[in-house]
């Protein structure tokens, strides 16, 4: 089946949002960026363009191709302005705001349109459940930042029609990611095992084994360009307690993937990391 893709609406302008508005427009793609909070979509088109200004200053592209990418670029003031070929969904990692955001963008786009969930965790086959037609979901994965990070997991739900599999697969060359398949279960492949990278260090902290820092510190010395401290931090430590809950409950709270009290007393604060200027760590 022939469904070529144009056109490129997402859903959510936080950092991974922001992330895929600006790989969909650099490969050409018209895109379109919607998030509930307005301010929130004119935040994320100030970062693009000043991480576009930096690619200009480091020669990696010129100031045409700039202007040029800013232009395929627009925002959406509504979720009814987002007709579109392919919808991306990046949005807070619940099934029930997923599963409702789908629905109406079903109605939007009178059930044509891809409905791709950038979910790290929540089964593909649930979110598409609700649908109308359950065979136009498929879960797309990308990893923090999107416009540099190379991988991409695609997943395919119960009802996922198997040619999306291929079309998204042809998406992925043309925006310059490496995908691979994976089945629809808790994690997926990535964050599944990422999990004990994040849990265990966790663990050694509340412990008292090594504090923060040491354990950070330990980990980029064992070949890791991040510890697992600085990457919550950049992630968001609630986008990581989200995953890591989602993780645990799908496997029917196996205690491997128990969430951590301390993360969780860091997320009752507010206090989610560099969006917040502090979490682990903080930043000025």
Do not use: W
Not at 35 to 51: C, F, G, P
Not at 147 to 165: C, F, N, W
Not at 175 to 201: M, Q, W
């Amino acid at each position: 089946m022939t469904r070529p893709i144009r056109t490129v609406a997402i859903v959510g302008a936080g950092t991974m949002g922001l992330g895929i508005a600006q790989l969909c427009a650099t490969s050409g793609f018209n895109t379109i960026l919607y998030d509930v909070q307005k301010t929130q979509v004119e935040a994320a088109l100030r970062s693009i363009n000043k991480n576009l200004s930096l690619s200009v200053e480091k020669g990696k592209i010129t100031n045409g191709q700039k202007i040029e990418t800013l232009s395929r670029i627009t925002s959406a003031n509504a979720l009814s302005d987002l007709r579109a070929d392919l919808v991306i969904e990046a949005a807070i990692e619940k099934l029930e705001i997923k599963r409702q955001l789908f629905l109406e963008l079903e109605k939007i786009n009178d059930g044509k349109a891809i409905l791709a969930t950038n979910t790290s965790s929540i089964s593909i086959t649930r979110i598409a459940e609700v649908l109308n037609i359950q065979s136009n979901c498929i879960g797309y994965h990308f990893f923090n930042p999107a416009d540099r990070m190379k991988l991409v997991e695609i997943i395919s739900g119960v009802a996922t029609d198997p040619s999306l599999v291929e079309i998204m697969k042809e998406f992925s060359i043309r925006i310059g990611k490496i995908a691979v398949l994976a089945k629809d279960s808790p994690g997926f492949i990535v964050n599944r095992v990422a999990r004990h990278f994040y849990v265990e260090s966790l663990k050694l902290l509340e412990e008292g084994v090594a504090d923060v820092a040491t354990i950070d510190a330990l980990l980029r010395s064992s070949g890791f360009k991040m510890g697992p401290f600085e990457l919550m931090d950049l992630i968001g430590v609630d986008t990581n307690l989200a995953v890591t809950t989602s993780v645990y409950e799908g496997f029917h709270n196996n205690p491997k993937f128990k969430p951590s009290p301390i993360q969780q007393e860091l997320v009752k604060n507010g206090n989610f990391g560099r969006k917040m200027g502090k979490g682990f760590y903080e930043y000025k």
